[in-house]
T-cell receptor, first 115, second 114 residues
């Protein structure tokens, strides 16, 4: 069974400062991991994904995440926050089992950016 | 590429009526489509998984007679909320997969039941 824990339900940063959104996972197999962003009343937009290639994954809008197997973590970072980054962020783990492709979502982290 | 659309984007209906939501993969064939429900300020919860031409597999606690899913083609799945009630008001999101480990998400449909 797989699970995802986003350690912070809310994160608040000032514009121009670094962003860190934490995610820990558990998986029975070699997982694929994703970060999605959701702006209010909008669908999900894929930021980046890890699929067993390079452990440091670069995504859109300056975001990146590092897969650390020893720590079972996949934290999302950005060097400098922008006001437009304020949104809900979901860490997602994917496994392909006998039932097919299953995604498990973390509880989400709401990022607030102060001017 | 890999664009998924949903229609309508927002629907308001009276209690007791049925509402149909469409999910389309616009530029690829989706062997599997998924339906999620998201309550305000919460994460997405998988409702059901459907493969083209076969019955949907519902998650525990999801009433299959209330949430009818049809996956008639490789590019279209529909979710019908039957006899909708205010507690069915939610954000419904579909996704589509080609069988790989990635799902492509639609923009969501907000259902408000009065």
């Amino acid at each position: 069974a797989q699970s995802v824990t986003q350690l912070d339900s809310h994160v608040s940063v000032s514009e121009g400062t670094p962003v860190l959104l934490r995610c820990n996972y558990s998986s029975s197999y070699s997982p694929s991991l994703f970060w999605y962003v959701q702006h209010p009343n909008k669908g999900l937009q894929l930021l980046l994904k890890y699929t067993s290639a390079a452990t440091l994954v670069k995504g859109i809008n300056g975001f990146e995440a590092e897969f650390k197997k020893s720590e079972t973590s996949f934290h999302l970072t950005k060097p400098s926050a922008h006001m437009s980054d304020a949104a809900e962020y979901f860490c997602v783990v994917s496994e392909v089992d006998n039932a097919g492709n299953m995604l498990t979502f973390g509880g989400g982290t709401r990022l607030m950016v102060k001017p | 590429g890999a664009v998924v659309s949903q229609h309508p984007s927002w629907v308001i209906c009276k209690s007791g009526t049925s509402v149909k939501i469409e999910c389309r993969s616009l530029d690829f064939q989706a062997t599997t489509m998924f339906w999620y429900r998201q309550f305000p300020k919460q994460s997405l919860m998988l409702m059901a998984t459907s493969n083209e031409g076969s019955k949907a597999t519902y998650e525990q606690g999801v009433e299959k007679d209330k949430f009818l899913i049809n996956h008639a083609s490789l590019t279209l799945s529909t979710l019908t909320v039957t006899s909708a009630h205010p507690e069915d008001s939610s954000f419904y999101i579909c996704s589509a997969s080609t069988g790989s480990n990635e799902q492509f998400f639609g923009p969501g449909t907000r259902l408000t039941v009065l």
